[in-house]
Structures are given as C-alpha cells and as structure tokens.
C-alpha cells in the first residue's frame, strides 16, 4: 500500500468551477508538499505546509495532521491549470526522504 | 538565476551503454536530489545530497546506477550498463531550506 494515497486520478472540470484534490498519508510527517506538473513536463513546487493552511493566489493548501489529510483547492479554475498536481510528504525520521502520490490529472475546460 | 539546468535533455542510447546525466544546482543551494519519474512508478527519489555528501541513496535501484557530487555547483548520476527498464524522466532538484526547485529533466530512451 502506498504511504500516499491522492484522490481522484483524473479530474476534468469547466473554467471557473472550484476545484478540490486531496491526498491521505499514512506515516508520520514532518511536512506535505504539493507539486504541479505542466504538460510540458516541468515541476513546479507549489507549498510546504507543516499545519493550517497557506494561500497563494488562487490556489488554497490546507493540511490536518490528526486525520492525516490534505486538500489543494483551485478556486475559479481556468485552463492554464491544467496540469498533474503531486502531494509529497516528508517523514522526520528520514531526513528529506519524500514520498509522492501518484498525481491528480486536472483538465479545466474553456 | 537561471534554475537548475540538467543535461542532457533528451538521451537516446542503446541497451548496455553507460549513461551520464548532468544537474547544476542553484547556486547557494546545499541540498541536492536526483529522481526518476516512470508512468508506472510516477516520481522516486534516486539519492539526495547535503553539502555534497550523499545522504540516502536507498532509492538508488541497483548497482548499475551511481551518483557523484564533487562539488557544490555540479553533480552526475550514472548508469552503466544500461537496461531498456532505466527508460524514464530523471529529475534533479536543488533546495536550501524546504522548498525545492526542480530542473526541467533528461528523458531517457534505453533501445
């Protein structure tokens, strides 16, 4: 069994829906990250939380430890965030081992 | 700066060749980490570097993989022989604290 579990594999949604990605851990952690992947292949990292919740632009992270979740919300989705979104956590007794889910296709159609 | 470069972009070789990938970290960075990206597996960590010493390198598959960071601007992740199994898109990424950057990657065709 994966330590990192996302939800759902693939994802297609409208421009200007709400868009929710989450991703379940199994291990302790010492922080979750979550990656965006562009058709073109490159990596972006997109935030590093440890608890709460961050927001950067358009793009909310929130995480809760105790129940060992997290959620990536896009709100007013457009095209341009189409792309694979990756949730990685970090384990304190590894160093800066990560641990990556195995991605969340997005397509956001015009 | 310009990023993490990597090089070469695209590799084609033949089953057997040795294989060389090149990563030029941030400058200022002291962490450094080589992954392997496959539809099947999606993203693993190779090996990860701190300060040019090679901290975890159990995802290093076998043997036939070895990386090197000789100093803090340059490091090298090596097959040899390689196997069509190797195919894949090899990641480097450098960071300083907690965030990484990640290089645009080599892919990788083993015929």
């Known amino acids: 069994k994966n330590e990192v579990e996302q939800s759902p594999q693939n994802l297609t949604a409208q421009e200007g829906e709400f868009i929710t990605i989450n991703c379940s851990y199994s291990v302790g952690i010492s922080a979750l990250h979550w990656l965006q992947q562009h058709p073109g292949g490159g990596i972006v990292s997109l935030f590093m939380l440890s608890s709460g919740k961050k927001k950067h632009g358009r793009l909310i992270a929130t995480i809760n430890i105790q129940e060992k979740h997290s959620s990536l919300h896009i709100t007013a989705s457009h095209p341009r965030d189409s792309a694979v979104y990756i949730c990685a956590v970090r384990r304190p007794s590894t160093g800066n081992q990560f641990y990556f889910g195995t991605g969340t296709s997005l397509t956001v159609i015009p | 700066d310009a990023g993490v470069i990597q090089s070469p972009r695209h590799e084609v070789t033949e089953m057997g060749q040795e294989v060389t990938l090149r990563c030029k970290p941030i400058s200022g960075h002291n962490s450094l980490f080589w992954y392997r990206q496959t539809m099947m597996r999606g993203l693993e960590l190779l090996i990860y570097?701190?300060?040019?010493?090679?901290?975890?390198d159990s995802g290093m598959p076998e043997d036939r993989f070895s990386a090197k960071m000789p100093n803090a601007s340059f490091s090298t992740l090596k097959i040899q022989p390689s196997e069509p199994r190797d195919s894949a898109v090899y990641f480097c990424?450098?960071?300083?604290?907690?965030?990484?950057?990640f290089g645009p990657g080599t892919r990788l065709t083993v015929l």
């Open positions: 990424a450098s960071s300083l604290h907690s965030e990484q950057f």
């Open positions: 570097f701190n300060n040019n010493v090679p901290i975890d």
